[in-house]
């Protein structure tokens, strides 16, 4: 059984930064791959970005794609989601997610466990 906590997020001008994290408690997250969805009010949760086990591995949403970086510290049982540029339609809650395998997946139904979800808002 595997926990996620998730931190970071807030109210930032367009063009700002944020950082969010996702900390795992519970055996065995350094196998397991971790992906980070997002959800507007009135829209389906969409996928942002993924990390594979071991974190060599990543794969980005194209709305986000040369802005947002994810990567994890094993050793800190985390993941990090740094979103830089961001833009008001960045705006939503967003959610961490593992899955008991070792590549990710960018469909949410492939996902084992949920953070509590944070929220991202984008506005001057």
């Known amino acids: 059984q595997v926990q996620l906590v998730q931190s970071g997020g807030g109210l930032v001008q367009p063009g700002g930064s944020l950082r969010l994290s996702c900390a795992a408690s519970?055996?065995?997250?350094?196998?397991?791959?971790v992906g980070w969805f997002r959800q507007a009010p009135g829209k389906e949760r969409d996928f942002v970005a993924a990390?594979?086990?071991?974190?060599?591995?990543?794969y980005y949403a194209d709305s986000v794609k040369g802005r947002f970086t994810i990567s994890r510290d094993n050793a800190k049982n985390t993941v990090y989601l740094q979103m830089n540029s961001l833009k008001p339609e960045d705006t939503a809650v967003y959610y961490c997610?593992?899955?008991?395998?070792?590549?990710?997946?960018?469909?949410?139904?492939?996902?084992?466990?949920w953070g509590q979800g944070t929220q991202v808002t984008v506005s001057s």
């Open positions: 997610a593992a899955r008991a395998r070792l590549r990710y997946t960018i469909s949410s139904h492939t996902y084992d466990y």
């Open positions: 519970g055996r065995g997250f350094n196998d397991y791959a």
């Open positions: 990390i594979g086990w071991r974190g060599a591995s990543t």
